[in-house]
């Protein structure tokens, strides 16, 4: 992908299939993957055969330091390909039945030790491979205003990052459809895989027809993880073409970096067929169903509406065996990629918005107008500072802003910070009355900033607990209405986005009030986007603030929901206390809270600058809503929405233990287990070992 200080240019490498029109595989076959005249693959651009594999690009002598003209060869900024030339036939002509598909290869890149990162890797599926040879879009893909018969699918495997396209960082996969800009995409750091790392990684991509899903899964062991870590439904019926072309192309754009492809294996099936769950060590680089160790169903596809299934294997380990046979004239088709020129910001921001399904991107703003707008940054506009960035109170010409300035870390494509992280977050489908919203932004330079709606009334944490000069207390009325917006933003995230956001960060600080005391939820920073549908969770290193922290989160690493619901239960009992989620001897508001309930006076818990003006009643609620929140145990705490109704009035009060519950966690998570860990809670024996939430040294 491109941006202005780097040249996305994405990286394909087209998978092909095997020709259903051929009864079988009865011709042997061995190609020589060190012979540039080899009949079968195609090498172009920078591509080149390398010990038994295929290298898509070559280290630069020297990196570039600015962008190449649109006229350049492929050679000045690395683009390599490498296809099959014969078209691959994905539909029935008679019954118009669509095939399903699954492909699973291994792949490096490996980054020059004195540049940044290259582009990528990408698979390609496409109708005519030709037309993208000449392209002078993104990684050789088409741009924005193509012609239907270029429509495409791509899983890319990305090492750059490029806002303006809406990536999330410079260590993702995606999934594009017709547009460089991903439907979808996930951060495979997160889940252990570091695409730049220049280990071997093996990928396995799966399209079932009949469910129109796509999966993607990656990992560095040979055998196919549990659980993919893209889910997508997407129906490519409409996209797929009765021939279509399959491959891979790589890239480095401003960058230097060895992209190389090791072993592959592709096939159709029927959708009921089970995948490949593993590539061998010793497959060859194309081999027949008999030595590649597969089950192929080989009954016609096309002839008795079943699918007959051409499986390809590449190689790292050389080639062994002579191939019986050929199901399809095996062909390459190369494109190479020439730098494409900028586009208005106005139309790549739609691009984006179409994706994303927003109603409105927030607007790219010049270095200039940033630093005109803070006073060059001046130290006495700061309104808030955190731990990877600086809040500085802005205007411009629409009004007063809040500028939000990152640390840098690490460069533009660093793997996964802040600001990416925020940025991904807050573009994606936050439009919500108690959400912050962004309005600008701005990656310039080494500078990464972004812009949002100036709050008058700052963090509800300096209002409750007097950090500012202001003699202002809230009041009952206020604090509720604070509490309700809270919930409402939180069930929005976890119910009503299009992905479910966990925050992992909920607490006073990044509670903001606008001039009416309205609660305004920010700082994603920390936040992570899961599918709906998702049932297992990876471990992350546990983030956010102790004192709001769930413990099973510190204990395990999984988030969810009920993470964010256990720090929204400390935000109300800041709120109907006034104290600090830990004290200065060390106490949790959440133990003392426990305490003053298991001794039957928790209305004593009050904030006593409240006077009396405060209902009994809606007090008692929140403070019940509170503890009910920050059970130990998170299966025992309602949902965001639950407490919501709780706190209006609409459902009954939860009931809660006469004591804080002691928590047994088992210390080992399988790979099978649900995205919560199983606890006995209710059953454990005065023997077992409690896990309480701390009440002193906290960090």
């Not at 698979?123 to 990684?139: E, M, R, T, Y």
């Not at 990305?158 to 594009?176: E, K, M, R």
């Not at 204990?555 to 206390?577: C, H, I, M, Q, R």
């Amino acid at each position: 992908m491109h941006s202005p200080h780097s040249l996305l240019i994405w990286v394909v490498f087209i998978i092909f299939f095997f020709s259903l029109n051929f009864p079988s595989l009865s011709h042997p076959f061995s190609p020589e993957t060190n012979n540039s005249n080899n009949n079968n693959i195609t090498l172009f651009g920078d591509a080149f055969f390398r010990n038994n594999s295929i290298s898509l690009t070559q280290e630069l002598a020297a990196c570039l330091s600015s962008s190449p003209s649109s006229s350049s060869s492929s050679s000045i900024y690395g683009v390599g390909g490498a296809f099959y030339a014969t078209p691959i036939r994905f539909i029935d002509s008679e019954s118009n039945a669509t095939a399903s598909f699954s492909s699973a290869f291994s792949f490096s890149i490996s980054p020059s030790p004195l540049c940044s990162s290259g582009d990528g890797i990408a698979f390609l599926v496409a109708p005519n491979a030709d037309s993208f040879s000449s392209s002078k879009g993104h990684i050789g893909l088409p741009r924005p205003a193509f012609d239907v018969q270029d429509s495409f699918f791509a899983v890319e495997y990305d090492t750059s990052f490029d806002p303006l396209l809406g990536d999330i960082n410079g260590n993702h996969v995606g999934i594009d459809v017709n547009t460089v800009v991903s439907v979808t995409s996930v951060d495979v750091v997160s889940r252990g895989v570091d695409l730049k790392s220049g280990k071997a990684i093996r990928t396995w991509i799966e399209y079932r027809n009949a469910m129109k899903m796509i999966r993607v899964w990656v990992g560095y062991s040979p055998v196919r993880p549990p659980n993919p870590v893209l889910v997508a439904r997407i129906d490519l019926s409409d996209l797929l073409k009765e021939s279509m072309y399959v491959g891979f192309s790589g890239s480095n754009g401003q960058g230097s970096a060895l992209h190389v492809v090791e072993k592959w294996r592709f096939k159709t099936f029927q959708s009921s067929l089970v995948p490949m769950d593993t590539v061998e060590e010793g497959d060859c680089f194309i081999c027949s169903p008999e030595e590649s160790g597969t089950d192929i169903n080989h009954d016609s596809f096309f002839r008795g509406k079943k699918m007959k299934v051409g499986e390809m294997v590449l190689g790292l380990g050389g080639l062994t065996a002579f191939v019986f046979s050929i199901l399809a004239i095996v062909s390459v088709i190369s494109f190479i990629t020439i730098k494409k020129r900028r586009l208005l910001a106005k139309t790549r921001m739609e691009r984006v918005a179409s994706r994303i399904q927003m109603n409105r991107v927030p607007t790219r703003l010049s270095l200039e107008e940033i630093k005109s707008a803070t006073m060059g940054f001046d130290r006495k506009r700061i309104v808030g500072e955190g731990a990877s960035a600086t809040v500085y109170k802005g205007s411009l010409p629409h009004g007063e802003v809040a500028v939000k300035r990152f640390q840098r870390v690490n460069g533009i494509d660093c793997l996964r910070n802040p600001f990416t992280t925020e940025f991904a977050t807050m573009v994606s489908c936050l439009r919500h009355k108690n959400l912050i919203q962004l309005q600008g932004w701005c990656c310039e330079g080494s500078e990464l900033v972004l812009v949002y709606e100036y709050m008058s009334n700052g963090s509800l944490d300096k209002i409750l607990h007097k950090k500012t000069n202001s003699a202002i207390v809230l009041s009952w009325k206020q604090r509720l209405n604070i509490v309700l917006g809270v919930a409402s933003a939180l069930a929005y995230l976890h119910e009503e986005c299009e992905r479910q956001i966990i925050h992992r960060d909920v607490k006073t600080c990044n509670i903001m009030l606008d001039a009416e005391f309205n609660a305004r939820l920010g700082d994603f920073g920390l936040a992570e986007v899961y599918d709906h549908s998702s049932l297992t969770r990876n471990a992350t290193i546990p983030a956010g603030t102790m004192g709001y922290l769930a413990p099973e989160y510190v204990y395990s690493g999984v988030p969810n929901t009920k993470t964010d619901v256990y720090s929204f239960g400390v935000v109300a009992l800041e709120l109907v206390s006034g104290r600090r989620p830990v004290d200065e001897h060390g106490t949790s508001v959440v133990d003392w809270a426990w305490d003053l309930w298991q001794k039957g006076k928790l209305i004593e818990a009050a904030d006593l600058r409240l006077k009396g003006k405060v209902s009994e009643e809606e007090m008692g609620r929140m403070l019940v809503v509170g503890l009910a929140c920050v059970h130990p145990n998170p299966v025992k705490r309602p949902s965001v929405k639950e407490a919501e109704r709780i706190l209006k009035g609409e459902d009954p009060l939860p009931m809660l233990p006469l004591r804080k519950p002691k928590l047994r966690l088992r210390p080992v998570l399988p790979d099978y287990s649900e995205e919560t860990p199983s606890y006995d809670a209710e059953r454990a024996s005065p023997d077992d070992p409690p896990f309480l939430t701390p009440r002193s040294n906290f960090s």
